[in-house]
C-alpha cells in the first residue's frame, strides 16, 4: 500500500498569501496524483488530477506539480474562501486508492 | 447538473447491517465507475469500494473486505452499498463518488451519509 505524507499538518497564513503544500509518497506514483479541498461540513472538491492538470471550475491560482514522490500543490494569493483542508490521493498503484492525512489551511 | 445523494445511514449497534444507497442524475451513470469514501469524525478521508460501470470490477479496502458489498443498477441509476458486521470504527460519513473525468479519480461527491455504530 502507497502511504501519503503530507505537511505541514497546519498552515497558517494570511489572505493574500501564497500557500505551499506538500505531498509525499512512499513510493513512485509517477504523475496520477490528485488534490482536494474539503471545507467544514461538505464533502471534497476535486482541485488537481495528474499532478499538475486543473479540474473544471478550479481557479488558475491554484496550481499543482511535482513527479514521482514529491508533489506540492501551490495557492499563489490565498482568497477567504480557500481557508479549508487538502488532501493528496494517489492512483498509480491500487487497490487500494489512498489518501494523505490532510493539512490544514487556517487564518493567521 | 451532476447530483449524487446518499441515503440508507443512521444509528446501528455493533454486529447489525444496513444498507446505503446513492442516487444518480445529470450524467449517464451506466458509463462511469463509481466509489464509495468514508471519514471517521474528524479523522481524514479513506476510500471503501470501488465498481466499474458494467460491475465486472470490483474491489475493497482491507478494512472492509468480506464484510461490505458494492452494487449498482444501471436502470435506476442507483449506487448501493451493503453493510454487514459492522464494528464501532465504521462510524463515519460515507460519501458515493463518481470518476466521470478520468479513472480512479473522484470527481462530483455526494453530501454524504452519517453511520454510526453504537450500542
Known sequence: EIVLTQS???????????????CRASQSVTNYLAWYQQKPGQAPRLLIYDASKRATGI????????????????????????????????????PPLTFGGGTKVEIK | EVQLVESGGGLVQPG?????????????????????????PGKGLEWVSYISSASSTIYYADSVKGRFTISRDNAKNSLY??????????????????????????????QGTLVTVSS
Do not use: H
Open chain 1, 8 to 22: 505541514p499538518a497546519t498552515l497558517s497564513l494570511s489572505p493574500g498569501e501564497r500557500a505551499t503544500l506538500s
Open chain 2, 16 to 40: 447489525g447491517s444496513l444498507r446505503l444507497s446513492c442516487a444518480a442524475s445529470g450524467f449517464t451513470f451506466s458509463s462511469y465507475s463509481m466509489n464509495w469514501v468514508r471519514q471517521a
Open chain 2, 81 to 110: 452499498l451493503q453493510m454487514n458486521s459492522l464494528r464501532v470504527e465504521d462510524t463515519a460519513v460515507y460519501y458515493c463518488a463518481s470518476s466521470t473525468l478520468k479513472l480512479y479519480y473522484f470527481d462530483y461527491w455526494g
Open chain 1, 59 to 94: 481557479p488558475a491560482r491554484f496550481s499543482g506539480s511535482g513527479s514521482g514522490t514529491d508533489f506540492t500543490l501551490t495557492i499563489s494569493s490565498l482568497e477567504p474562501e480557500d481557508f479549508a483542508v487538502y488532501y493528496c490521493q494517489q492512483r498509480n498503484n491500487w
